[in-house]
Nanobody
Framework: HVQLVESGGGSVQAGGSLRLSCAAS??????MAWFRQAPGKEREGVAS??????KYADSVKGRFTISKDNAKNTLYLQMNSLKPEDTAMYYC?????????????????WGRGTQVTVS
């Protein structure tokens, strides 16, 4: 069983930056991802990482960067040039398959989320 704990959310003005972190309790995390869900909207994939490969949603390309510190088993999401439409609850997800994916139901392990508000 993998436990995921997100941190780093907060309130920021448009154009600002935040860095989210996700600490994983186990090493069964061959691919990980960030998802987000805004009020009244479905959860959407933001960025995924597997080994040295990355995948981003079109809406965040060039602004967000996903990375992972394997020694600390911690996932990060650096978010720059934030926009009001980035406001959402951000979730970390993990799975054992080492393959990129932004599909929600392909991830069995989830954190509880961290709120990002951009005004």
């Amino acid at each position: 069983h993998v436990q995921l704990v997100e941190s780093g959310g907060g309130s920021v003005q448009a154009g600002g930056s935040l860095r989210l972190s996700c600490a994983a309790s186990a090493y069964y995390t061959n691919s990980m991802a960030w998802f987000r869900q805004a009020p009244g909207k479905e959860r959407e994939g933001v960025a995924s990482i597997a080994a040295y490969t990355r995948k981003y949603a079109d809406s965040v390309k060039g602004r967000f960067t996903i990375s992972k510190d394997n020694a600390k088993n911690t996932l990060y999401l650096q978010m720059n040039s934030l926009k009001p439409e980035d406001t959402a609850m951000y979730y970390c997800a993990a799975r054992g398959v080492a393959q990129l994916s932004l599909i929600e139901n392909e991830y069995p392990y989830w954190g509880r989320g961290t709120q990002v508000t951009v005004s």
